[in-house]
């Protein structure tokens, strides 16, 4: 069965410091997969995309890896913000040709960032 | 601005009131779905439509319908909502790739959140 587990469930760091949140995936066939940053009561936002040939993409102080052949993920924050406070989801896509691809979402990690 | 709009943002409703919740895209993406997301168990499925005139199941698609007459709108529907629908509903579309089939970059909107009494 395909599935997305994200660790941790929850993480709090003081301001200023870094993070690192993992994904690991058994989609297969994969397409991509994606990082989201949802807000408390807000919709998900896109922070980074990675194809199977992409191993590392970084959108400002976000940093997403992708190991295609472990199928893990992880997502480096550095030099934390109070507004970094978020739950941060995985997504995976599996690739399907002829038809819709199957989109599976991790549970996500609440991360609280403190002053 | 580039965005999915849902409306209404809250609800509350009584079991057995039929209740549609609106969704609107202006960037003319393809791919349109709907997901709902419960506390400790991530965002779930419900419907996704392809295209216009084209819809398929997600996950946990009972008790909810939907229709895709125009491009742009995506509206899900519950015909007889009970208890176990409440929750938090977030639509969101996408282009798809140069398949046709694959989305990418799912743009959400804000959320609906709905509340069956």
């Known amino acids: 069965k395909n599935q997305v587990e994200q660790s941790p469930q929850s993480l709090i760091i003081l301001e200023g410091k870094n993070c690192t949140l993992q994904?690991?995936?058994?989609?297969?066939?994969?397409?991509?997969l994606r990082w989201y940053k949802q807000d408390t009561g807000r919709g998900p936002v896109s922070l980074t995309i990675?194809?199977?040939?992409?191993n590392t993409k970084s959108n400002g102080r976000y940093t997403a890896t992708l190991d295609a052949d472990t199928k893990q993920s992880s997502l480096h924050i550095t030099a934390s913000q109070l507004s970094d406070s978020a739950s941060y989801i995985c997504?995976?896509?599996?690739?399907?040709?002829?038809?819709?691809?199957?989109?599976?979402f991790g549970s996500g990690t609440r991360l609280s960032i403190r002053p | 601005e580039a965005q999915v709009t849902q409306n209404p943002r809250y609800l509350i409703t009584v079991t057995g009131k039929k209740l549609t919740v609106t969704c609107s895209q202006n960037?003319?993406?393809?791919?349109m779905s709907w997901y709902r997301q419960d506390p400790g168990l991530g965002l779930r499925q419900i419907y996704y439509?392809?295209?216009?005139?084209?819809?398929d199941k997600g996950d946990v698609p009972e008790g909810y319908k939907v229709s895709r007459k125009e491009k742009r709108n995506f509206p899900l529907i519950l015909e007889s909502p009970s208890p176990n629908q409440t929750s938090l509903y977030f639509c969101?579309?996408?282009?798809?790739?140069?398949?046709?089939?694959?989305?990418?970059?799912?743009?959400f909107g804000s959320g609906t959140r709905l509340t069956v009494v």
């Open positions: 969101a579309s996408s282009s798809t790739g140069a398949s046709g089939t694959n989305p990418y970059g799912y743009t």
């Open positions: 990675m194809t199977f040939s992409e």
């Open positions: 960037m003319n993406h393809e791919y």
């Open positions: 994904c690991n995936y058994t989609v297969s066939p994969f397409s991509n």
């Open positions: 439509s392809m295209n216009v005139e084209v819809t």
């Open positions: 997504v995976v896509s599996e690739s399907v040709y002829s038809s819709a691809s199957k989109i599976i």
